[in-house]
């Protein structure tokens, strides 16, 4: 049975430890706050109660960032967000864990680079974002530093998978990696809006719920892109990005597609390889997303 250790038994890291029993691993969860350190099998049972999960999830405490690592073929870093610390602590981890543990930090913003900068055995040390609450949400962005070496990345993404999460390969290392990138996109130009009197802030909670907001579960932004048709998505971006602040350009690699008459899913490839079949496949998709979703609402058809 593998052995992994969680670093920090807070909001992730006592959800992260759930995870990781249910899944079958022996879990050993370190906090160096004793009333954090103990309150994580109260949370965990309280998680799994609300779940309407029976099962007696056991992990042990260790009080100890060095006796928690030694002997753990895993280690998730669950700490605040603070680089100092999380640098303090990858180095304490490097020297305590055995030479073939991945020790992975699940930051949500910060690069792996710069998380790792202190260790000695960067090769070994991988992004594991998680979201809040891990127990629930599937996705996780394993994130590939310019050190960590591919065979970490797929042990890492073999882990998850088997422990039912959907990992998702990010393979540069960028600040806010893919999810986050976007989210915060999104509330830039949320605040933006609210600031510059378009709209109250209600206003803009109510357009994406109500709009384009129950699409994204069945239609990711690329696909919907696809299924417009990119000759109509470069029209639009050509018209409302210098509007923005700051003003921008339509991005070069939709400009070479519509040149190459790769417009989406009508000519059978745009930013991804379309059949018939796979488009209809989108559409009925988001049909049934959209019925279902105002049924659930209370909305007429």
Known sequence: MPRVAVIGGGLMGHGIAQVLALGGMDVVV???????????????????????IDADVRVELQPDLEAA?????????????NLELKQQIFARLDAAAAPEAILATNTSVMKV???AARAAHRGRIVG???WNPPFLVPLVEVVQGPDTEPATVDRTISLLRSLGKTPVHVRRDVAGFVGNRLQHALWREAFDLVDKGVCDAETVDTVIK???????PALGPME???LVGLDLTLAIHEYVLPELDPPSEPSAG????????ELGMKTGAGYRRWSESDADEVRARVVARLTAANAENGVAQ
Do not use: K, Q, Y
Not at 34 to 50: F, G, W
Not at 69 to 81: H, I, K, L, Q, S
Not at 254 to 261: D, H, I, P, W
């Open 30 to 52: 370190h906090d160096p706050v004793p009333d954090a350190l103990h309150a994580v099998p109260e949370r965990i049972a309280a998680n799994l109660e609300s779940l309407g």
């Open 69 to 81: 690592a030694d002997g753990a073929d895993w280690v998730f870093e669950a700490a605040p967000e």
């Open 113 to 115: 680079a710069d998380v």
């Open 128 to 130: 594991t974002h998680w």
């Open 210 to 216: 109500a709009g384009f907001g129950r699409r994204l």
């Open 224 to 226: 919907n892109a696809d």
């Open 254 to 261: 939709l400009r070479r597609r519509v040149e190459r008459g």
